[in-house]
């Protein structure tokens, strides 16, 4: 099979409140939304990125270049025989994996349709249903910290997690654990902290937290292992891991005793299942991480999150903790004990809203198969 026709969209969609992390602050989605046809089906990704590189380096400036200059002309030139081929196809390109990711995803929904089979299912997903928690941003203050988080648990969140950064971590874990003695409960310092705060940082073994996430640099494993040998709580890795070799070094170097797979930063679907796989051969738990998807990438972490060694709960809430209205017309609702279903329609089962897309689309560009871009 080879692709006929590409699309991609620029978004602006605002969240329904602004999320704030230690390093920056995100009012709403301005992801790439992708769009492929061929034989007669369509498949549907997301590049869940922002406009600054501060999560990762790329944005959505850089890989909106990245799409229309390398990625797309390689995806037109491939032969696929199997939504894998994808991820071969980029075997050369280094980095960009966002990018990537975004036209990964929609060959497997597109393969999806072609198959008749649910994403869940080609992925070797074993549940109908997949544990979900909720992500709380950097608040003004501890009050308003413990009514944003009553307000999730009374919508029947079970699992909350809290930003921190230095001035805002030990005391307002500790106000929401002496509130609600028995929650899971879990920290994320998105690469804020240096290895001179292990000392500061053994104090959030206290509270019993399932995990401390990406405490140190983006790009570090080495000082990662350092700390977690003077921690007790188990350290999970979000940025540092960006490949499946990357999450070998981290296992092997005992840099983590979880780890948070979002399958956008580690290029897509395929590199997503191998850290999976090589996680669970390890003994190592994971969980499904956000970036705060629309719709239509929430389908493909719920998907990804139905695979068996995802025992913890996901960053992947409802539909309605990031949007007044979503792009999909089958929004993700919260079911019980804290869950969503998964999808057992063909593909991701997003029900893409594209008079609604059309609204929310800034800039649109599509090539074809043969035409040059
Ligand atoms: O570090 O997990 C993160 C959102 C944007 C960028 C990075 C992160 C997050 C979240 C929110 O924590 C997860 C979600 O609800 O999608
Ligand atoms: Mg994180």
């Not at 390689?74 to 390109?93: C, Y």
């Not at 191998?274 to 972490?301: K, S």
């Not at 007044?324 to 329609?345: K, Y």
Request: charged fraction near 25%.
């Amino acid at each position: 099979m080879r692709t006929e026709r590409i699309e991609l969209r620029r978004i602006s969609l605002p969240y329904v409140a602004p999320f704030e992390t230690s390093g920056w602050r995100q009012d709403g989605s301005e992801a790439i939304i992708v769009r492929i046809d061929a034989d007669g089906a369509t498949g549907w990704g997301e590049a869940p990125l922002s406009s600054g590189p501060w999560y990762n380096e790329e944005t959505t400036g850089t890989a909106w270049v990245m799409l229309r200059e390398t990625l797309v002309p390689l995806l037109f030139a491939a032969d696929l025989a199997a939504p894998e081929d994808a991820d071969r196809a980029f075997a050369r390109v280094r980095g960009n994996r966002f990018a990537r990711a975004g036209l990964e995803f929609a060959v497997w929904d597109l393969f999806g349709h072609m198959r008749g089979q649910s994403l869940a299912d080609m992925l070797g997903g074993t549940r109908a249903a997949v544990p979900v928690g909720v992500s709380v941003g950097v608040q003004p203050d501890i009050d308003a910290l413990l009514r944003v988080v009553a307000d999730y648990l009374a919508a029947g969140y079970r699992r909350v997690k809290l930003k921190i950064k230095p001035g805002w971590d030990i005391e307002p874990t500790r106000a929401v654990r002496e509130t609600w003695p028995d929650l899971l409960l879990q920290v994320d310092a998105n690469s804020i902290y240096t290895l001179d705060h292990a000392e500061h940082l053994s104090q959030l073994d206290a509270f019993d937290l399932l995990l401390i996430e990406q405490p140190l640099a983006h790009d570090d494993i080495f000082d990662h292992a350092r700390l977690q040998r003077r921690l007790r709580t188990p350290i999970c890795l979000d940025e540092s891991i960006v490949s499946p070799e990357h999450a070998r070094w981290a296992l092997e170097m005992r840099a983590c005793g979880v780890i948070n797979v979002k399958p956008a930063r580690v290029g897509g679907l395929t590199a997503a299942r191998q850290i999976h796989n090589l996680a669970q051969a390890a003994g190592v738990p994971i969980w499904c991480g956000g970036m705060l998807e629309t719709g239509i990438g929430r389908a493909i972490n719920v998907a990804l999150a139905s695979l068996p060694n995802f025992v913890l709960p996901g960053d992947i809430s409802a539909s309605s903790r990031y949007f007044v209205r979503d792009i999909v017309r089958n929004p993700f609702e919260l079911g019980p004990d804290s869950s969503l279903a998964v999808p057992t329609t063909p593909g991701s089962g997003a029900d893409v809203d594209t008079a609604f897309l059309d609204e929310v689309t800034v800039e649109r560009w599509e090539a074809r198969a043969g035409a040059s871009g």
